[in-house]
């Protein structure tokens, strides 16, 4: 048997954490620089206000019913791994699948599934706080689905069980479900199988598994196998090997001075040398581009170059060196919303292959970044950076609706009063 934990309104149930005051009021998170809305709260989407939304397009007469909240990604980061370290204690394999789900290995346990299931929303609320709902089936797919049925249930705790792909009321629900809603079905391929008479995801697993591998995939072959009871996809099978990768922002207030850019480039560039160390991947190129307000057609200016690196790199230096220079032969007095680094030609760092004459050095940059990583997990990624990076740095994003982070920095702790 596998499990889902989902937790529910995630950021806004972070947000809600410390503030017991925004229970029931209607809260939105917003995205990097307060553009727009990326998250809401079960009473925010009661108002009709849509998934997107830029905020200053929100309705006044509903904003002023409405709380806001810029997006707090390390608290959510840090509450979120709290729960997952929750679930680890009570189940034998915990998969993390996103910053709110993470599916369960139940495999080998003896329990009665819908007590299971009660007691770990029950853990995660006592121990952290948040609310979640959990779905149990015999394999990942059909716990996907189970999760989302919990969260149908009015009552806590939300709990979905079926404990088999016999089960009527599993049959009675994917004959009422379009294929889309089935975990690693996109549009584009939902489409596909609308094409050839599939239009429910019973008929997807009624479908030949030789039809499926010759029309489509074995991942969707697999898929409709698990929604047949028997387990054979993992969380790689629908994962596909990272092409690319871009360190993007606009900043909370245009950009005229170039040092200013290189402060903002070098914290771009750590962000990436951290995305590649951790995929365990190297970069063979690197680009960098900028640009000015496009609202501002007569002075808009958007310039980008590329250039190869000596040989592939994860080192968060040698990045850095190859976009400072990139940025000198780009920059040019103007006004700059946006500046990003990108990263691309990614192989397995496994693959590496030196130079004639770099004798131990690889070994020892490696070694480097493993301790820049490990000291930045540590201690915060203020703790070691490239050059100068206080948080008022003019390319800091908006954040004018930030939360404090209350369980990561001693100097933004709850307070409490007793009376």
Known sequence: MFALIDCNNFYAA?????????????????????????????????????????????DPALRRRVVLKSSNYTLYGDLSARVQQVLARQVPTLEPYSIDECFLDLRGMQEDWNVLGARLVRSVAREVGLPVSIGIAPTRTL?????????????????????????????????????????????????????????????????????????????????????NGHPCLSMSDLETPRRSILCSRSFGRPLRD?????????HHCQRAGEKLRRDAMQASAIGVYMRTNPHHAGTFRHACEWTALPFPSADTQQLNRAAQRLLARLWQPAAYQKLGVMLTELTPRQQSQTTLFDGAEPARREALMEAWDAIRARYGRQALTLGPQPSDAPWQMNSAYRSACYTTRWDELPRARAR
Not at 17 to 34: A, I
Not at 258 to 266: I, K, N, P, V
């Open 143 to 227: 716990a996907k689905l189970a999760n989302r049925q919990a969260k149908t249930q009015p009552t806590r705790p939300q709990v979905c069980v079926w404990q088999s792909a016999d089960a009527p009321e599993l049959a009675a629900h994917l004959a009422r479900l379009s294929p889309r809603e089935v975990w690693g079905v996109g549009e584009r391929l939902n489409a596909r199988l609308a094409g050839m008479g599939v239009l429910t995801a019973a008929a997807l697993r009624e479908t030949p598994d030789s039809e499926l591998r010759r029309r489509f995939s074995v991942v969707l072959a697999r898929t409709a196998t698990e929604l």
């Open 258 to 266: 170039h040092a200013a850019l290189a402060g903002a480039l070098r």
């Open 14 to 58: 972070c947000e809600r954490l410390f503030e017991p005051r925004l229970e029931g009021v209607p809260v939105g998170v917003l995205s990097n620089n307060d553009g727009c809305v990326i998250a809401r709260s079960e009473e925010f989407k009661a108002l009709d206000i849509p998934m997107g939304i830029p905020t200053h397009k929100i």
